[in-house]
């Protein structure tokens, strides 16, 4: 997974995270609390997602070097 994959998967979870909040604010009137806790929960997720993806390029990173 290249770099710029990473940053576009971080970006579309912040995304998301803030449609599904903004869309129960409108269905059930709490504005801005759910944008505001989508945002947050897409932010989280991607972090995490990014963690894990960076984990896994520094783990093949450290295979490739065993090998030579």
Do not use: Q
Request: a positive charge; zero cysteines; glycine letters at 14%.
């Amino acid at each position: 997974m290249g770099y710029v994959w990473m940053a576009v998967e971080f970006a579309s979870f912040i995304a998301m995270g803030f449609v599904v909040g903004a869309y129960a604010d409108s269905k059930y009137g709490t504005r801005p609390w759910g944008a505001l806790a989508g945002f947050i929960i897409g932010l989280v997720s991607g972090a995490l997602s990014v963690n894990r993806a960076v984990s896994e390029l520094a783990e093949r990173e450290r295979r490739g070097r065993k090998r030579r």
